[in-house]
């Protein structure tokens, strides 16, 4: 079973940073893209950003354009997400994701493998 686990989440106040880290563990595990999605309370689960691993192509939110970077390393199965500028609209709990064949970016449909979340809060 593969098993993603985030960590890095936590209280900022707005304008600060935090970085999210993601690493999947259990057997062995190649995927083809990794990803963030975020949920906020009485809110759809949405998506924030993902990585496919071929050619190293990034996807972003209009929301989080400029402000959220990802990157990672398909070998070691991580992907890390690092926010600047954060906004108390930015609050949620953000879920990891991986795919094991791509079949798209921007859907939770696109993806096999979720992880527990990790709760982020942007104070004003």
């Known amino acids: 079973q593969v098993q993603l686990v985030e960590s890095g989440g936590g209280l900022v106040q707005a304008g600060g940073s935090l970085r999210l880290s993601c690493a999947a563990s259990?057997?062995?595990?190649?995927?083809?893209?990794m990803g963030w999605f975020r949920q906020a309370p009485g809110k759809e689960r949405e998506f924030v950003a993902a990585?496919?691993?071929?050619?190293?192509?990034?996807s972003f939110a209009d929301s989080v354009k400029g402000r959220f970077t990802i990157s990672g390393d398909n070998a070691k199965s991580t992907v890390y997400l690092k926010m600047n500028s954060l906004k108390p609209e930015d609050t949620a709990v953000y879920y990891c994701?991986?795919?094991?064949?791509?079949?798209?970016?921007?859907?939770?449909?696109?993806?096999?493998?979720w992880g527990q979340g990790a709760q982020v809060t942007v104070s004003s």
């Open positions: 994701a991986a795919s094991t064949y791509y079949s798209g970016t921007y859907s939770i449909s696109n993806y096999d493998y």
């Open positions: 259990g057997r062995t595990f190649s995927s083809a893209a």
């Open positions: 990585i496919r691993w071929s050619g190293g192509r990034t």
